[in-house]
């Protein structure tokens, strides 16, 4: 097991059982994820006891994934992981002017089967565990010199098919001792798994959510997105209700513009009927091309039209800044690349 899979509270239970001292937990996590430790091995820990070292380095491992390449472009940077298994996974890092944000995966692999989304051509080999979603932001702060101020889980997966390892790592990052990543500055983004949205919204932090609806009705839902076939629009939106009432946070709803299928007038004009009275805001997002699906980005009037409906319509909209579109930067892309998959 990784020590990065550990929440302090679970790090605390561990030197209890072991007869140690509890406060060990928080020097442990202080030598893990102070800008000024990050040990790399347990042996550098020095104010632990040596046996109570040697019995950690017993339990634990300290390093499970590896930087294979970075490629780099103005203002962000896309890094490829190697796992233990060999597998691969991806993050993106982007400098905004208000932080850097780290886009992180959740799952090799992704079984939602989103049509236009190139991870979904690999089914789920298996989840992240909380360690290796950890240690991503690790490896980008050692490797960038940055300290990362924004986490988004966008990258490869569904978050909430992973359900618990995302929450104990939202509890790692955000700790003081921890990472202390501000939760308003935490993001998880989901397809739209109702039964997971509905438990969320009882998780105590204060976490942006973000739902990727991508079309404003089942109908075209369901052809671009399997999961509208479990979940329909109804069901969605109503959990997304129990989750605005009970958090009182305002949800982003994702919608890729895609030329010629989802982007008409009429498209806007249903989204806003969805949208009305709900505490959110949309996030327009222009289409990444990949290869291997023959989805084309919308035209860039089409999308300014899409924005002025939205707007006049008093619905908070915003399109979304773009990077890293030459460096393939889309969800998946970058590992379909190296495995030629
Ligand atoms: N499974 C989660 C999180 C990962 S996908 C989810 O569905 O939200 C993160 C976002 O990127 C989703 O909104 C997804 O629809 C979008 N996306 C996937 N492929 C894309 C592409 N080629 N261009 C732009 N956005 C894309």
Known sequence: MSIYDLTIDKLTEYFLKIDEKKYYATELFSWLYAKDKRITSFSEASNIKKETR?????????????IVTVEKAKDVRKYLFKL????????????????????????????MGCK???????????NLTTGEMVEQILKVENESNLRISHVVIMGIGEPFDNYDNICN????????KGLNIGARHITVSTCGL??????????????????????????LRKEIMPIAKVYPL????????????????????????LDGVNDKEEHALELVNLLKGINSYVNLIPYNETDALQYKRSKP???????????????????????????????GQLRSKKEDI
């Not at 040697?54 to 590896?66: G, M, R, V």
């Not at 236009?116 to 298996?126: A, H, I, L, T, W």
């Open 116 to 126: 236009f989304c190139e991870s979904g051509r690999r089914k789920k080999v298996r």
């Open 84 to 111: 233990n298994d060999k597998e691969h996974v991806e993050a993106v890092l982007m400098n905004h002017d208000y932080g850097n944000s780290l886009c992180i995966s959740s799952q090799v692999g992704c079984n």
């Open 301 to 331: 009037l089409t999308i300014a039209k899409f924005y002025d409906i939205l707007k006049k319509n008093n619905i908070t909209v915003t399109i979304r800044r773009e990077f890293g579109g030459t460096i393939s930067a889309a969800c």
């Open 234 to 257: 109804k069901d969605l939106i109503n959990a997304i209700k129990v989750y605005l009432e009970k958090t009182n946070r305002r949800v982003t709803f994702e919608y890729i513009m």
């Open 169 to 176: 790592f939202i509890k790692i990052i955000n700790h003081p």
């Open 194 to 219: 109702v039964p997971k949205i509905l438990e969320f919204a009882n998780f105590p932090y204060q976490v942006n959510l973000a739902i990727s609806l991508h079309a404003p009705n089942d109908k």
């Open 54 to 66: 040697e019995k950690l380095s017993k339990d634990f491992t300290i390093s499970n994934i590896e």
